[in-house]
C-alpha cells in the first residue's frame, strides 16, 4: 500500500507544478486553490508511504514522478520545447525510479 501511496502522491506533486504553471500565467484565483491543495495531498500521500518505506527511496521516486510528470506535462500543455534529448533524461529518471524500487 506505501507504493500506492508513492505514486499518488508523485503524481499529485505533478498535478500542483502544474495549476502553479497555470496560477502564473493566467492569474486565476481557483489555480492557486488546486496548487495549494495538490501540494498538501502529494505531503500527505508522501508522510503515509515514509511510514513503511525508507526516506531516500521514497523522497527519490516522489521526486522523479514529479520531474518526469513535469517535463512530459510541459511539452503536452504548456508548448514547452520538445526533443530527443529531453525524453532521453526523462527516460534516465524513470528508469532510475524503477531500479529504485526494485533494489529499495
Given at each position: 500500500m506505501a507504493w500506492l501511496w508513492l505514486i499518488f502522491a508523485g503524481l499529485s506533486e505533478m498535478l500542483g507544478v502544474t495549476f502553479m504553471n497555470l496560477a502564473l500565467h493566467q492569474h486565476r484565483w481557483w489555480h492557486w486553490a488546486m496548487m495549494i491543495g495538490a501540494f498538501g495531498i502529494s505531503f500527505g500521500g508522501l508522510e503515509l508511504a515514509l511510514q513503511t518505506l525508507p526516506?531516500?527511496?521514497?523522497y527519490?521516486?516522489?521526486t522523479g514522478i514529479g520531474a518526469a510528470g513535469g517535463v512530459i506535462t510541459g511539452m503536452l500543455f504548456f508548448n514547452e520545447s520538445r526533443s530527443w534529448?529531453?525524453?532521453v533524461?526523462?527516460?534516465v529518471i524513470l528508469g532510475a525510479t524503477i531500479g529504485l524500487k526494485l533494489v529499495g
Open positions: 526516506m531516500g527511496t521514497a527519490a521516486i516522489w534529448r529531453k525524453l533524461w526523462v527516460v
